[in-house]
């Protein structure tokens, strides 16, 4: 039986496709956009999971995003319960790197795993790590020209070749360190979170014959790239402790 397409419909004064399907989650309606795809339903808890689509992303900024999509559920008529919160971030940074002088074996990590991906003996990603903090370094330019198709950025960086981002996607128990919950929390605490990804999780460096790797020089691209995090705002929070965690930990202990 053929399924049946994706519908227009209006909601709020903004145009979404509604589609024919629930969301791979447990969410039985999924709405999109070329800015959002919300999925929802009204006995899921939370009722609404939102993701924001990476052109709007670069065009507005998270923050506005997400006032945008509180803007419209006032109109429908929606209240907040609770804050919301955030699963993951991903941060990315996009480099002109005509030349790639560097291959695994120049990071420093404390991830313990690595991969490389390869295509037709070039080397195309680096990722390191794989659970609440992965950092990928790849080529972007053949990323879009061979999966996402987003040529948008082409024009966004006024070139169309050698682009390489690094790129961190971060889940919620390292963004909760940081004291990074909801989306007030990203924006002033976002700055403390990179600065210990880029000097502490994870560097790139210049091999030496120093046998401590830790001691090999910082390569340029990491140099400029913590030169440019350092310039966000921060509120110097390295780590914040987490009350009812200890307690919860407590309480399981007394109970065993």
């Known amino acids: 039986m053929k399924q049946p397409e994706p519908k227009v419909i209006n909601l709020g004064g903004i145009e ?16 999109s956009n070329q800015d959002f795809t919300i999925s929802f339903g009204e006995f899921n808890n939370p009722s609404f999971f939102v993701k924001f689509c990476s052109l709007a992303l670069w065009r507005e900024g998270a923050i506005a995003m997400h006032q945008r999509f509180m803007q419209w559920a006032e109109r ?25 002088d560097f291959d695994e074996d120049n990071f420093v990590s404390l991830s313990t795993k690595d991969t490389q991906y390869r295509k037709d003996g070039k080397i195309q990603t680096f990722k390191l790590g794989e659970s609440d903090v992965v950092l990928r370094i790849y080529d972007k330019v053949a990323e879009i020209e061979e999966q996402s198709g987003k040529s ?30 909801t989306f007030a929390d990203l924006q ?5 979170a990179l600065r210990y990804l880029v000097t502490e999780h994870s560097t790139l460096r210049e091999k030496t ?21 350092y310039k966000l705002e921060n509120q110097g929070i390295y780590r914040e402790i987490d009350q009812q965690a200890i307690l919860n930990e407590r309480l399981l202990r007394w109970n065993m």
């Open 209 to 229: 014959d120093d046998s401590n790797r830790s001691r090999w020089p910082l390569h340029p691209l990491w140099i400029d790239l913590q030169e440019q995090i």
């Open 76 to 100: 429908l008529g929606l209240m907040p319960l609770k804050p919301e919160g955030l699963s993951h971030v991903d941060f990315s940074f996009d480099y002109h790197l005509p030349v790639i």
């Open 188 to 192: 002033d605490g976002q700055g403390d």
């Open 16 to 31: 979404f496709l509604l589609q024919p399907y629930g969301s791979s989650y447990g969410f039985p309606f999924v709405i």
């Open 152 to 181: 948008w950025f082409f024009e966004l960086w006024g070139i169309a070749e050698n682009v390489w981002r690094v790129e961190w996607q971060v889940r919620k128990d390292i963004l909760k360190r940081f004291g990074i919950r």
